[in-house]
């Protein structure tokens, strides 16, 4: 039989291939595109890439239909006058109109009070820059997504091991026996993680995933541990608790790593109680953390300083210093900790079983004993001893929003991370890994800025926007102790918001407290939608008067590359390029892409041109920190500095000289450096022929312990990484938080929380890890608000980022709530049926599916799927604003009024980490007689000048949307 | 003689869709047209893809699990679409035992679709010629791709390389080995037609405890007794017996 | 299975065509045999072989309504071998071509007696020509029942009943046509077909009744577990990969209700068979026209509602992966 179609025949055109990096999700894998005659034919991974290694996820392989998508801005628009915020009603501008409206505006406020503009991002990936631009403006009022995201993951592990999951380390699923997953979205850490877990389930591996959902990665894990949300801690401590009890920590590492041993004093009556104990050797003044801490030698049974060569601590006991101070090792302190949090006491709070609570305790601490690795890697450790092997303990975790997004995050994460220590895991074959610049000092060395003094008009912010309080000196408020940032992050409300608290952003600013503000620029953060809490009402504040007729938040500047809800309400959009369109870099000065092997840092290069007139946000915040004349972007003689981004990202060095820039790789004049040099004036060309990444592969001895690696420390300072070189121990008792306790209780020589906050600072600054039942959840009558809700992102879709996919639409349109049948049926809901979910906040009816993969008392939905009508250019009958919901209308940003004020933030007391999934509620069906669409329903959103056409139906090849065959 | 296949490893599809919208991408500018989208960005969204994941829960709560399913064309080795196809369009290639359609021949009669129990031919509603997976026939033998990346374009997708590609006639070949060792099964078994594409079942590690493994030796509780112990004040045999 | 109205059309007008032509055929045999008052070769047979032909091509123009690309149904003829839509496409051209060329016969009263016996039983050429027709017409019916029979994993189609069912109701509805039509141009033969109309029409619905009795006690050999390879018995699909529908959710299945599909049953059972059988004899008994068309035409109408339902139930085992959640 003749066959007439060829069905092998590559259709006609010129093939090119050029290599990016990909941002459908924030993993930055390579990616390879094929082009037929310019236009975008295919999106591989690319193979030599070392983060996917030529995979790609299903979000990745549809990022042609994010480029064609139609929901694309490609103008700059302007606010028609009369229409008001939400009308979506707007008139196209010309970009210089748009800078020159911009530039003046925040002139006027840069020369008189920089903090009235507050710039905050989405999940951006260019944090080294905005951060810079805000700092160069003077304000402090910057910050990323990462307070509603997982700033508890963060600083919980950064405060205790010096790394945290995910950028900064992970599990090091090679050489791990078993794998704890607990609280991790389906998906999370997308293409390595998959990888990864792949090759450790071939490899015999243990999967135990403790989730209250049953999905994504944790359908194949080997066994799922249901559990409650908001109830980790209490199951962490009773690991700590049966681990301790039983004997299965690894001493010899606490004893060497860890602060176990450490004396702390205890006795209430002394001066330091609660603080370390500490020898009088004079202290070097550039050292960060000073080895000056004592140990109870066993062999002695006295004081030694710690770490004394031939000496052994006991990590139990009390004992009484010779000048009668009753004191103890850390280790014992942590022991009384856990003494009644039982497996029993857990088992109540986390559903769990206690004989699996105990079984779990047991297959780590055996697993981690029984399968010790050691491999022969010769090493020096930071106090000079050679070891020949280096140790590890195979038993690794992860976890992420599951634990993060709770107001008692920061201690359950504590609590984590404390269980991998005593576990004897970090740094360590088969536990967890850090990755460059990870670890840093406990805590890292940047610093908010002190006082408002530090914000002055036309001056650069003395400070960083961000960073690491260590002590209640180094809070960011003003003589009263009130909080000079917007969010009011590093203020006594939120002490440790390394990340700031975007989510109270506009609510502050609205309501002028702690002031107002002029002028707010979101770039793409959807905050009239998904990524904020209390949706309905922030889209009233945005769009709110004062008496005057003037509106509450006077001017707002949305930077976005699609036609989300959040553009509805900006006076300017400004359109932004999609990846493919861009260049980018994934610095070593924001959230690189290392492994764990060494450092690695990644470029986007532009495989296709702008659409329309769209531009990088890069390329506007060059232009406007050039035309405001912002040091960085201007030179001695006040010209411009730098032409363009790629131009700044070559040439621009943290300081003048310094060697250091946004890329580290092929640096010097030659590309001969890295890490450090003088700018490579050829830098693109040289990470363009390199897969667009940069990876520098250490030495084996310096691949592990790096926290107290002498070689790996001074390494890492050498080449500008960290400032000092010394050992970073594992704070089991956090001193950190103890000065902030001390400060409520009037024991510190410095700042004091106000009255109303003394309580919640003494209470959650708990120098060990402890549970307490979620705020929000503690403020809820749990009898009427029976239930827990959570969300998830599915793996196909990117938070609000993929409705306007064509392809990626079709698997998930919209979303049902999913409910254990048992729960449902209790209150007569039917599968499938529309129902209505209700917390104290606000109610949302929905489509309910039944699902036996959730713990009962949970019911949970994929987030972002349901879209305000009109958004994303989706047409008003979509099944996104029809069918699909949005869970955020039933979640407050603020607390009830409570002792610590009337509106706080609904977030970590610690970090200010938005507590999304403490929220209570109650489920119902709906009236036989109401509408089978979703509630809330919005005014459609017209489609905004210079978006595309929607077709009935389309058929894309390579870049033609055609209605005819065409092959 | 050879005969191509897929073979699915549900032991660690996490069901992240990646080998469904690499198929779609990669075939819609490929040698079968464009493949159609229905109502893009409208009411029920629906179109034509070569491969679907979908997602089944067994047993009951907490003993769940929940399953992802990849399936597309298994093309069998007694392929019931082929004989009924009266157009000759639907056709099996002698030389690798591939199941393709011959989109010049095919007159969309939707025949061939009812003669598959599986359910993986797909019309195209606007080509109105059925389309299927075709194993990415057109990279197999593309000499200009890297020898590496002639494989079907979700076998190079797939995050979790839950998708084996190889001849599984080939006794040695990747894919006849995890069959073999890993209880690769058909689909459908009763109905005789010989999928070639396998699937390889759910795989449990667990960990039994011993209890010896609790009551230690190396026990590090024991370092933490203080001191030598001291001579006690009651009274104890050494009072009252001379033995 | 959805069941498609090209298809339904297709296979009921076809039916009526070919059961029309095998009632000349009869006709024409038994006065061959002289069992029958010989009728007006031109009015009747040719007329009554027109009719058939329009009923046919009637069924074939449907039958472009299920084509993707009808412009290359030729194609549809290569493969015979294997393919019984192939040879029912080679078929029903054929059995065409054979009734216009019967019809032309009777028409142009090119008859020409080829041998007549002692008794006086005439051979005649349009009887040769008809011979082949008659052939046709069965060979037709095999195809197009063995369309459905031939699917295995469609186990409600996959049974001799299938292509006994076809034929005894394609031929129960032509024949009944033949009746009113005979009343009218040839009523000495109106009798003799009302008596097989009845005939056909009873053993159809026996034949029917055997069929619907079948199914019901059709366990499906395909289960989730085998569709899956998981051995459990409490399985539940939770996604079907797309959430708007596919080829998979809208070819194979009708989306109505248990209970439509039940009513259905009863509305054909009634339509197809009862009333026709009534009217057949109320309309022989009074030698109306009217009453006997009317037992045609309601016995068609039954009989889309038949074919509707013959599809409807017939229940695909890809089902089980597409159980639209």
Redesign the interface.
Known sequence: MTVVHNPIQAPAGRIEVKNTTCYMCACRCGIRVTLRDGEIRYIQGNPDHPLNKGVICAKGASGIMKQYSPARLTRPLRRKEGADRGDAQFEPISWEEAFSTIATRLEKIRSTDPKKFALFTGRDQMQALTGLFAKQFGTPNYAAHGGFCSVNMATGMIYTIGGSFWEFGGPDLDRARLFVMIGTAEDHHSNPLKMALSKFKRNGGRFISINPIRSGYSAIADEWVPIKPGTDGALLLALIHELIRTGLYDRDFLVQYSNAAELVSVDPASDDSGLFVRTDIPRDPDCFDPQDRVWWDRASDKPTPARKADTDPFLLGEFAMPDGRRVKPSFQLLKDRVAHYTPEWASEVTGIPVETIKRLAYEMGITARDEKIELPIAWTDAWGKDHDTVTGNPVAFHAMRGLAAHSNGFQTIRALSILMSILGTIDRPGGFRHKAPFPRPIPPCAKPPKSPNDVKPNTVLNGMPLGWPADPNDLFVDDDGKPVRIDKAFSWEYPLAAHGLMHNVITNAWRGDPYHIDTLLIFMANMAWNSTMNTTHVRQMLNDKDDNGEYKIPFLIVCDAFQSEMTAYADIVLPDTTYLERHDAMSMLDRPISEYDGPVDSVRIPVVPPKGECKPFQEVLIELGSRLKLPAFTTASGTRKYRDYPDFIVNYETEPGSGIGFLAGWRGKGGEKFMKGEPNPNQWEMYAKHNCVFHYEMPKSYQYMRNWNRGYLKWAQEHRLTRYAEPINIHIYSEVLMKFRRAAQGKWEGRIPPVHLRKRIETHFDPLPFYSEPLESALTDKHQYPLNAVTQRPMAMYHSWDSQNAWLRQIHPYNFLHVHPKTAQAVGIVDGSWIWIESMHGKVRCLCRYSEAVEPGTVWTWNAIGKAKGAWRLEPNANESEQGFLLNHLISEELPSCEAGAHVSNSDPLTGQAGWYDVRVRIYPAGADEAHVTSPQFTAMPALPGTGTTRKWQGFFAGMFTKKKTA | MTQLALVIDLNVCVGCHACVTSCKEWNTSGPAGFMTDENPYGKDPTGTFFNRVQTYEFGEFPNTETLHFPKSCLHCEDPPCVPVCPTGASYKRKEDGIVLVDYDKCIGCRYCSWACPYGVREIDEKQRVMKKCTLCVDRLYDETLPVSERKPACVLACPTSARLYGDVHDPDSEVSVAIRESGGYQLMPEWGTQPANHYLPRRKTRKQIHEDELVRADNPLKKEQRGPSKPISEPTLDDSTSW | ?HPAFSVIFLTTLIGVGQGMFLALFSGQTYSAVELLPTSNSARFYATGAFIALLFLVGGLIASFF?????E??W?????WR?????RE?IVLPTLMMLVFVYALMHYFEWDTVLFTNAKGARLQLTLVVACFGMLATFALFICTGM?YA?????QEWHSPLTVINYTLLGTASGFALTTAFANLNAPELMRFYAIWTIIITSAGGITRAASLLRNAQLKP??T?Q?????R?T???????????????TR??AHHKTALFLKNIKWIFIVLAFVIPLLLLWLGMQRRDTGILLAAFIVQYIGLLFERWFFFAQAN????L??QT?
């Open positions: 299975m299920h084509l993707g690309r009808p290359r149904a194609r549809a003829a290569s493969q294997t393919s019984w839509l192939s496409v369309i031939c699917l295995k994993f469609l050999k395909s989730l085998t569709a899956l390879g998981v459990h409490k399985i539940q699909q939770k996604s079907m990969g797309f959430m708007g529908g596919s080829v998979n070819d194979f695909h085992p890809q089902n992966y597409y959640v």
